[in-house]
């Protein structure tokens, strides 16, 4: 996944030079291919389920093919095998995935890129399969994968119906547009739902409308995120600034808007023309991209000339937009100087540990949540 591509290229390159077969996968590799296969022997494109066992069948012949690929027409893979981690520094929860792809159409967006508005959601019984699983192993929280489960408002109700009698939490993320569903996100908080994670993108409605994101209304996010809030959900944000409606005040205002509605993890990265995206394309078509080594890309520095600034001006108010979210002021007025800290504490003390982190990260200039 993204410019961790990198490193996967450095073992692809390690275990050839031993002689091993190396088969690569995932968004990056299903989204730029040809350049993938430049460093292993095949490329799974998209899902593996439908290939995997065609694969290994090849590989046993003698006979790999350079690519594989087929498209899924449902997902219900079997059962993970979670007690191979057991054994790892994974933390105290295990992900459970519940659907891929989205119905939505963002153009920088690579899960788009991929499935192009597809979106599958496992049978609930599957999923409450592994869900269940997973607190056998001594679990009690999980973290839902799907790129969009409010997709389908009923299948996620029914879900939470299954999962509050476990009295687990769990965390995941979805469109900010739960918030216009009262009687869903009552459910969702009831079923342990402790933390949401919203790709709100930018607080300027130009920029939405310029990456195919015209459907969110940023002057509602404030509302929606009380509303969600409200519910005892908390809320992580991410953003992107660099798009076509962005200016350097406009990245600026984003720090007051992070601190405004409290948003306890927020996460920022500079808008990036990733190959295989719409977004790439039409950055290639306009000739607004100035960098084109492909492995620098790592969503910290502008690759591309924005249009109300230059790419250097973009990288700086990028970093400044980061110093000022992670100042020691916002982080404590957005975890625990809140009403909500008495009812929770331990939830917010690992806010501001985890704030804290992050801005350990910044002063060296990295990224969180990048690698």
Known sequence: MGHSIVRSIDLAKEFRARGKTVIMGGYMASLMPEETGKHCDAVVIG?????????????????LQPRYEERLQELDPPLPRYELLLDKNIGDF??????????K?????????LYRNRYYQ???????????YVRELGFRKFLLLDDNILASPAYLLRLCEEIKPLKMSWYSQCSIDIARHPELLKAVAESGCRVLSFGLE??????LAAMDKSWADPSQYPTMISAIQNAGIDVSTEMVVGADGDTKESIARTADFIRENKIVV???YILTPIPGTDFYAQMLEQGRICN?????????EAVHVPRNMSPEELTAAYWQLYEEVFSLNSIFRRTILR????????????????NLYYRYHIKKRITPNIF
Request: aromatic share 14%; net charge positive; charged share 25%.
């Open 47 to 63: 899902d593996a389920e439908l290939v995997w066992a065609k694969l290994l069948e090849d590989y046993r012949l003698g006979c």
């Open 94 to 103: 295990l992900p459970v995935q519940a659907g891929r792809g989205c119905p």
């Open 105 to 113: 159409s963002c153009s920088f967006c690579s899960v788009h890129c």
């Open 122 to 132: 496992r049978p609930v019984e599957a999923v409450m399969r592994d869900i269940h």
């Open 202 to 207: 930018s607080i300027s409605k130009e920029s």
């Open 266 to 268: 927020p996460r920022f």
């Open 292 to 300: 084109y080594d492909l492995y620098s890309y790592n969503g910290t």
């Open 339 to 354: 009403r909500e800290f008495r009812k929770r504490p331990w939830d917010f003390f690992l806010y501001l540990l985890v």
